[in-house]
Nanobody, 126 residues
Framework: QLQLVESGGDLVQPGGSLRLSCSAS????????IGWFRQAPGKEREGLSC????????NYADSVKGRFTISRDNAKNTVYLQMNSLKPEDTAVYYC???????????????????WGQGTQVTVSS
């Protein structure tokens, strides 16, 4: 059973940066596409970025393209989301999730993903 744990969420000022981590236990993360999502109060869960099992392919939502960078270190069983130029509208609970499919598709739809972490809060405010 794959278990995912997010960390790194915090309160940060507009224009600041954070790096989120998604760590796995139970199974090797290197087999799976991993995605990052967020959900703000009263809004639907939004797909932000995903990365293939090898790290060779990535995809980003338009809302974060050029500001966020996804990466992975399979030796550490961890996927990262570097977030720069943060805005108040980035405030949300951030989740990572694993897609157990055999092939990378770049899909950012939440229903595509099979295992989810509990989330970490990111608040962007002055």
């Amino acid at each position: 059973q794959l278990q995912l744990v997010e960390s790194g969420g915090d309160l940060v000022q507009p224009g600041g940066s954070l790096r989120l981590s998604c760590s796995a236990s139970g199974l090797a993360l290197e087999q799976y596409t991993i995605g990052w999502f967020r959900q703000a109060p009263g809004k639907e869960r939004e797909g932000l970025s995903c990365i293939s099992s090898s790290g060779g392919s990535t995809n980003y939502a338009d809302s974060v393209k050029g500001r966020f960078t996804i990466s992975r270190d399979n030796a550490k069983n961890t996927v990262y989301l570097q977030m720069n130029s943060l805005k108040p509208e980035d405030t949300a609970v951030y989740y990572c999730a694993a897609d157990m499919g055999l092939y990378y598709s770049g899909n950012l739809l939440p229903r595509r993903y099979d295992y989810w972490g509990q989330g970490t809060q990111v608040t962007v405010s002055s």
